[in-house]
């Protein structure tokens, strides 16, 4: 069932469950984004965790804000999923606050998603090899070597025998910072830079997957052709955890791209995530 909300504004007080280990998080935006939900999430082992909360008016003292209000959150470091992304620690018994009104995007990772009172995440969502209880290993996925085809081309579908743990599972996230899309005016600046790099991701991604890619009519952006909604979905909710920023249009996955990535470093990670999370789709199906 589609959740839905009753527009209105707020003028009474907010009731805020902290203490302890437990903290508060305030967020302001622009009336832009008036009843929209972002969504946080703590680094780490929890980070498949993601709760949000809905931005609304709220009326104080005789100011307008636009604000969301997360009245309980355990403490910790935690990523607020917009573009450009924010990171905030929440301390127990604190309130801690961040102003979003530069943003110019949110991410909705996925369904099912936890409100800001918290939720636990359905095993169903997961390959045969975690439910039950399996337990997942810390090690990362190793850094694998660089191959090369007959051609000199990186053979992206040659590279990995073997995958490590999905985060979403409680294994290690790909990367230890927030990959994400750069600014039209990166785009801009160096052309033929962004053009050779979304060129490799596709080959990449078309090789690692076997599906369609889609260029995206907004810069900075990498299309992925997905099976189905379901299979984007499950996708994204995979990714986002493994530290690639991911949007979706219908069942179209998009991931960043810039001028400056770099073939041994961005560029592989997002293939490398995208071969990880596919290779788990797979077995998710079975």
Same mark, same amino acid.
């Given at each position: $069932?589609?959740?839905? /909300? &009753?527009?209105?504004? /707020? ?56 604000? +969301?209000? /997360? ?10 999923? #917009?573009?450009?992304?924010? %990171?905030?620690?929440?301390? +127990? ?12 995007? &949110? ?13 636990? *995440? ?11 209880? +399996? ?5 990362? *996925?190793?850094?694998?070597?660089m191959r090369y085809d007959a051609d000199g081309q990186v053979a992206w579908d040659e590279m990995w025998t073997g995958f490590c743990d999905l985060a ?8 230890? #910072?927030?990959? %994400?899309?750069?600014?039209? $005016? ?15 991701? %596709? ?6 997957? +076997? ?19 379901? $299979? ?19 069942? #179209? ?23 990880? #999370?596919?290779? /788990?789709?797979? %077995?998710?199906?079975?």
């Amino acid at each position: $069932m589609a959740e839905r /909300y &009753i527009d209105r504004v /707020y003028t009474e007080h907010v009731v805020l469950d902290i203490g302890e280990d437990i903290g508060s998080l305030v967020i302001y935006t622009s009336e832009k984004w008036r009843g929209k939900e972002i969504q946080v999430s703590l680094k780490g082992a929890d980070a498949a965790k993601l709760v949000h909360t809905a931005v609304w008016e709220r009326r104080f003292n005789g100011r307008v804000a636009y604000a +969301g209000v /997360y009245a309980a959150l355990p403490e910790g470091d935690y990523i607020i999923w #917009t573009h450009p992304s924010k %990171e905030v620690t929440i301390t +127990g018994g604190q309130v801690a606050e961040v102003d979003l009104s530069a943003i110019c995007d &949110i991410y909705i990772p996925f369904p099912n998603h936890a409100h800001a009172s918290g939720g636990a *995440m359905s095993p169903d969502l997961l390959p045969p090899r975690y439910r039950n209880g +399996g337990r997942v290993s810390a090690a990362p *996925m190793g850094a694998a070597p660089m191959r090369y085809d007959a051609d000199g081309q990186v053979a992206w579908d040659e590279m990995w025998t073997g995958f490590c743990d999905l985060a979403l599972a409680g294994g290690p996230s790909h990367r230890g #910072t927030l990959l %994400e899309p750069v600014t039209p $005016m990166e785009v801009q600046a160096d052309q033929a830079g962004y053009e050779r790099v979304v060129a490799e991701i %596709e080959r990449g991604l078309r090789l690692v997957t +076997g599906l369609p890619t889609v260029r995206s009519q907004a810069p900075g952006w990498v299309g992925l052709q997905c099976g189905d909604e379901e $299979m984007a979905l499950w996708l994204l909710r995979a990714i986002v955890v493994e530290n690639v920023c991911v949007r979706r249009e219908g069942a #179209t996955l998009f991931f960043p791209a810039g001028p400056h990535f770099r073939l041994d470093a961005e560029i592989k990670n997002v293939i490398t995530v995208v071969a990880k #999370t596919n290779h /788990y789709w797979k %077995e998710h199906l079975a």
